[in-house]
């Protein structure tokens, strides 16, 4: 029925625009022949952070929302840009992407083990590694933000249909560039570095639905801040961090 053939289509624009720029990152480690294996633990990390990530926001909801119910509008959508939204999601997207980056690496570790190779290398060959493991980080990192981005732009498609695009081109910048800042923190130097780099991505999402939220002429710094996010992203890509 020409019903049914509309919710069809509108099932694939929403699949499609949900998930196109985790194309890009995909097609990148096609091309630096990262595994597969990798892609697929990354997907479901990313997958899974969005149970967690629910289920506190509900939580928060639930607690907080009697204390900010009479407060002015901007002091509740301040409230929702940085707690509910940007301190719950990457709270629990940088914890599950550590944990699942943890697990991959020693479960490969293990295989090398088993099959008699060596698990770390040394040496001229060990040095030049290292910097290309660490872009192979940040790609499947991006890969991991944009499907999280993606599932979420499902969510509000759902609800918001006429918003898809709008968040094609904004949420979901945010959501993938982001997820070089897990790697970032994860080869911090050190533990306040790491924490550092936890705070500016919260901050840094927060000011972004607060501004996006607002509307209007907000959306300017709203792309100013999507601007600083990916610019800190790229710089995170090309500065491989050397542990004393």
Request: charged share 15%; net charge positive; with cysteine.
């Amino acid at each position: 029925s020409e019903a049914g053939s509309r919710k069809t289509m509108f099932i694939m624009y929403l699949l499609i625009t949900a998930f196109l720029p985790a194309f890009v990152p995909a097609c990148i480690a096609v091309k630096q022949k990262i595994s597969f294996s990798a892609l697929a633990a990354a997907f479901f990390a990313a997958a899974v952070s969005v149970v967690p990530v629910l289920v506190l926001q509900s939580i928060v909801h639930s607690f907080l929302d009697g204390i900010i119910l009479n407060r002015p509008e901007a002091v509740r959508i301040l409230f929702n840009g940085f707690i509910t939204a940007a301190l719950t999601e990457e709270s629990v997207k940088a914890t599950v992407f550590s944990l699942t980056a943890a697990a991959f690496l020693q479960i490969r570790n293990a295989r090398k083990v088993k099959n008699g190779l060596p698990t770390k290398r040394t040496g001229e060959y060990g040095r030049m590694e290292q910097p290309d493991a660490h872009h192979a980080g940040i790609v499947i990192a991006l890969f991991f933000g944009f499907v999280f981005g993606g599932f979420e732009n499902i969510f509000y498609g759902l609800r918001y249909p006429t918003l898809q695009l709008l968040r094609l081109c904004s949420a979901s910048l945010v959501h993938g560039a982001l997820g070089a800042f897990y790697v970032r923190m994860i080869r911090a130097e050190t533990k306040r570095k790491s924490a550092a780099v936890f705070i500016a991505a919260v901050c840094l999402h927060g000011l972004y639905d607060f501004f996006i939220s607002l509307g209007g002429l907000f959306i300017l710094p709203a792309a100013a801040v999507i601007g600083i996010i990916l610019l800190s992203s790229l710089r995170f890509a090309s500065d491989y961090p050397i542990k004393e």
